[in-house]
T-cell receptor, first 114, second 113 residues
Framework: ETGVTQSPTHLIKTRGQQVTLRCSSQSGHNTVSWYQQALGQGPQFIFQ???????GRGNFPPRFSGLQFPNYSSELNVNALELDDSALYLC?????????????FGSGTQLSVL | GNSVTQMEGPVTLSEEAFLTINCTYTATGYPSLFWYVQYPGEGLQLLLK?????DKGSNKGFEATYRKETTSFHLEKGSVQVSDSAVYFC????????????FGSGTKLNVKP
């Protein structure tokens, strides 16, 4: 069973640029969620995708967008990067199963915006 | 709304000491509760979970009991090891809100030999 994999592991961008982060779900999982983890903080929910549609969104502006593909892999796109976007971006996959559904996390992409 | 509050760290203990990390929550519905652990340079790993009041989650010597009356889910371990050094996150999931997870800010545990 393969786990959740994310790419790239590290990325450096400048303010105003655009970035795409990628995630492959754990085998058999149909739901992907993205979280932003600032240094010294807990992860904050960005959005979730289920069956290729956005299924819920946290308090993030529209310049954060995403996609889920038929194989359940996913992308997170961030436009017009700001310095405060510097963080660890975590992808988590899960199997929609009701109460107690568990998230399985990748190792994350560390994004630095200069 | 939903939120999770954890005790601030870092927590520094000697090997074989007893560990408690406090976690309290606020929820509008009937959440499931989780503890995740993060080792340096890695993503979060599920440590244990509980889905209803009075449930006890346990794994690798760690335990936590879902206390609805005190809205708490404190993490305990009877004898910590150096390898337990990591950051621990308490979290709740809200089924009524597309299973969105809310995380605490994390508690760093340092275990000295």
């Amino acid at each position: 069973e393969t786990g959740v994999t994310q790419s790239p592991t590290h990325l450096i961008k400048t303010r105003g640029q655009q970035v795409t982060l990628r995630c492959s779900s754990q085998s058999g999982h149909n739901t992907v969620s993205w979280y932003q983890q600032a240094l010294g903080q807990g992860p904050q929910f960005i959005f979730q995708y289920y069956r290729e549609e956005e299924n819920g969104r946290g308090n993030f502006p529209p310049r954060f967008s995403g996609l889920q593909f038929p194989n359940y892999s996913s992308e997170l796109n961030v436009n017009a990067l700001e310095l405060d976007d510097s963080a660890l971006y975590l992808c988590a996959s899960s199997l929609r199963e009701g109460v107690g559904e568990k998230l399985f996390f990748g190792s994350g992409t560390q994004l630095s915006v200069l | 709304g939903n939120s999770v509050t954890q005790m601030e760290g870092p927590v520094t203990l000697s090997e074989e000491a007893f560990l408690t990390i406090n976690c309290t929550y606020t929820a509008t519905g009937y959440p499931s509760l989780f503890w995740y652990v993060q080792y340096p340079g890695e993503g979060l790993q599920l440590l244990l979970k509980a889905t209803k009041a009075d449930d006890k989650g346990s794994n690798k010597g760690f335990e936590a009991t879902y206390r609805k009356e005190t809205t708490s889910f404190h993490l305990e371990k009877g004898s910590v090891q150096v390898s337990d050094s990591a950051v621990y996150f308490c979290a709740l999931s809200d089924r009524g809100n597309f299973n969105k997870f809310y995380f605490g800010s994390g508690t760093k545990l340092n275990v000295k030999p």
